[in-house]
């Protein structure tokens, strides 16, 4: 499935990707503050994108004008996601290159796949996180209307064999539908 916004195209990754990934992923600002280490060769991100952004709903970011990806978007379902047990409930997933950041892409990508996840997909609720001093992804959330839930202390971050602060927060299908409403007004 290929999605669209005004700026972005959303679609299935390609093993042709692993040269862009690997140029924003190995950036050091990029993976540890979302919990992953930092690419360290395209060997790798080639394998990224085969074994781990191969799964059902989860895409490439790129703008329209290149289609070149700069960024992964993702809902997580099923043993994907530890925020949830239920079949109408999932998680979001994100990260973009740093060259990227401030422009408003994630909150415009996040909108669209959270569009998907509740009117395509079914889904009922969304669940999203970010680690404590991740503020550019609070950010995204508080613009997608999530809500937040709780915190927690100590939290396993295996990918960097570190514990950390976890915020959780969620977005209902009722949230989002009163959301959209009052931003169009």
Not at 57 to 66: I, N, P, R, S, T
Not at 166 to 177: M, P, V
Request: net charge negative.
């Amino acid at each position: 499935m290929i999605l669209k916004t005004e700026r972005l195209i959303l679609r299935p990754w390609e093993e042709r990707d692993a040269e862009d990934l690997f140029k924003y992923a190995s950036n050091p600002k990029v993976g540890p503050i979302a919990g992953w280490p930092p690419h360290k060769n395209m060997e790798e991100s080639l394998n990224v994108i085969r074994n781990v952004f191969s799964v059902p709903e989860c895409y490439a970011v790129c703008l329209k004008e290149d289609n070149k990806a700069i960024g992964c978007i993702a809902l997580k379902m099923g043993e994907a996601t530890d925020m949830t047990d239920a079949e109408d409930e999932c998680e979001l997933g994100y990260w973009i290159g740093e060259p990227f950041w401030g422009q408003g892409l994630i909150p415009e990508a996040a909108r669209e796949l959270i569009r998907h996840g509740f009117e395509d997909l079914g889904m009922k609720t969304i669940w999203c996180g970010y680690y404590d001093g991740n503020e550019k992804s609070k950010r995204v959330q508080e613009k997608c209307g999530f809500v937040y839930l709780h915190t927690i202390e100590g939290l396993e971050v295996p990918l960097l064999g570190e514990t950390r602060t976890g915020h959780t927060n969620y977005l209902t299908k009722e949230r989002w539908l009163l959301y959209n409403r009052s931003q169009k007004d």
